[in-house]
């Protein structure tokens, strides 16, 4: 066995409160599951003083590490390297592993030194890690997560109390925090799932109510999520960054909810609007604005944002307010371009499609008039992205959403 040194630590009280209370208000605050398990890891460690650890997350069958850490292998290899060790890993749940052992048993598991495991102890310790790393597990400790209803979500696996240089069995102390901690981790885990999964049902939600207003205006799914990427395209091109260009892509599918208000006959006319047909279309902005107004929920507030203003234009003679300029909140200035792209290059009930070389020709000529100098600016420098999104989303006749 080798290892080498970990960090010298500082004497420490046995109890450092500050790391739990931290962990704590990780825990209530951490949304995202993976820095979740990150932060949660590294304060265990601090507080037990173990040298490694893992989480572990109960997939179906298996446990899957999402977040690991040897200090002492980190302090040998160098931080990037040590890295590359562990990125995930998964541990089958049966007795042939510690940790596959503690979801099994659904009970805490302590270890004071692995190497001699009682003779007919009921799981095995599988030392593949260390023998491919040049690493001495001595001390282990498996911790179940379990949820309000008793299931197994996970298991905290701690490697090497007092660090790697000489372990010590863990402290009852230090067993009784890790399992405070890992029942507080097994309600956050729970929490997180359910907030990925709500939002995960909440957008596809959206993207619906997207698809359903342009259902009976003959177009597709394909025109959603077209002018979607073409807005996120804009939008990183004018500097947002990735949230925002994230929360735009999913909001600007709804730009044209409001078109559930206006009536068949007009929306699917195959020839020109005349002026009260065209005023009744106008008002699809106002109508999608009260559909999705009122909610401070950001992807709804921003949709409902660029409903009310994906018509005006740069020059201030568009609708429904006649704004101009920067006036013209910059979410509707990028789905206003990426929105007529789309239409002048497929085909609508009342024309047909459009060359490219038309496209480019008539959005480059509304520069500063429709559009806003620079949103064109950035689509020209994109023409081929544009190309790619139009073809790969390709309406066909009879397309199935
Ligand atoms: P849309 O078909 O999605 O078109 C969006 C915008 O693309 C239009 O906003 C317009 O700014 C631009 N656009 C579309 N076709 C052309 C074109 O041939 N040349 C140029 N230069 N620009 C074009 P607009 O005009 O405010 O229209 C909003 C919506 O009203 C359209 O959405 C469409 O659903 C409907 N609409 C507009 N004009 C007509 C029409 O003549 N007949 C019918 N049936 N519907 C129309
Ligand atoms: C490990 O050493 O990280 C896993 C081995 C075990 O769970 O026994
Ligand atoms: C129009 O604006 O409807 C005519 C299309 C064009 O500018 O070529
Ligand atoms: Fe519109
Ligand atoms: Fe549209």
Redesign the pocket.
């Known amino acids: 066995m080798t290892t080498t040194p970990a960090t010298p630590q500082p004497d420490q009280p046995r109890f450092p409160l500050q790391s739990l209370m931290e962990i704590c208000l990780h825990l209530s605050a951490e949304q995202d599951l993976d820095k979740l398990m990150g932060k949660i890891l590294n304060a265990l460690l601090r507080v037990t003083r173990a040298d490694a650890g893992t989480l572990f997350l109960t997939r179906p069958g298996h446990l899957e590490s999402s977040a690991a850490r040897c200090l002492s292998l980190e302090q040998r290899l160098g931080g990037e390297k040590a890295k590359g060790l562990f990125t995930s890993f998964t541990v089958q749940i049966t007795t042939e592993s510690v940790a596959g052992a503690c979801a099994v048993r659904g009970e805490t598991i302590v270890l004071d030194d692995v190497r001699s495991l009682p003779a007919g102890s009921p799981f095995t310790h599988n030392n593949r890690f260390d023998l491919e790393n040049d690493y001495t597990t001595v001390s282990m400790l498996a911790i179940p997560m379990k949820n309000l209803s008793g299931s197994v979500v996970g298991v905290l696996q701690l490697i090497n109390a007092g660090g790697g240089e000489s372990p010590t069995p863990f402290f009852s102390e230090d067993i009784e925090i890790a399992r405070a901690v890992a029942s507080q981790a097994a309600v956050a885990i729970e929490n997180a799932r359910l907030t990925a999964s709500l939002r995960a049902a909440h957008l596809d939600t959206l993207r619906r109510l997207g698809i359903a207003a342009e259902w009976r205006?003959k177009e597709t799914a394909n025109h959603i999520t077209r002018v979607s990427l073409y807005s996120e395209l804009l939008a990183r091109g004018c500097g947002w960054d990735e949230d925002n260009t994230d929360l735009l892509r999913i909001a600007s599918a709804m730009h044209?909810v409001g078109?559930v208000g206006v009536p068949d006959a007009?929306?699917?006319?195959?020839?020109?609007?005349d002026f009260m047909e065209r005023a009744a279309?106008?008002k699809h902005c106002i109508i999608g604005a009260g559909i999705l107004g009122g909610n401070d929920d950001p992807v709804i507030a921003l949709s409902c944002e660029v409903a009310l203003g994906h018509?005006e234009k740069w020059d201030g003679t568009g609708y429904p307010n006649r704004i101009a300029g920067e006036h013209i909140p910059e979410s509707c200035r990028i789905v206003a371009l990426a929105?007529?792209y789309?239409?002048?290059s497929t085909k609508?009930?009342?024309?047909e499609p459009f060359s490219h070389e038309r496209c480019v020709e008539?959005i480059t000529e509304g520069r500063g008039t429709h559009f806003e100098p620079k949103i064109v600016d950035i689509f020209l420098q994109h023409l081929d992205e544009f190309l790619a999104i139009r073809q790969q989303f390709e309406d066909h006749t009879a397309t199935a959403v």
């Open positions: 205006d044209d078109k007009i929306l699917n006319k195959p020839g020109k609007l279309m106008e018509h929105d007529v789309d239409a002048l609508r009930p009342y024309k008539i």
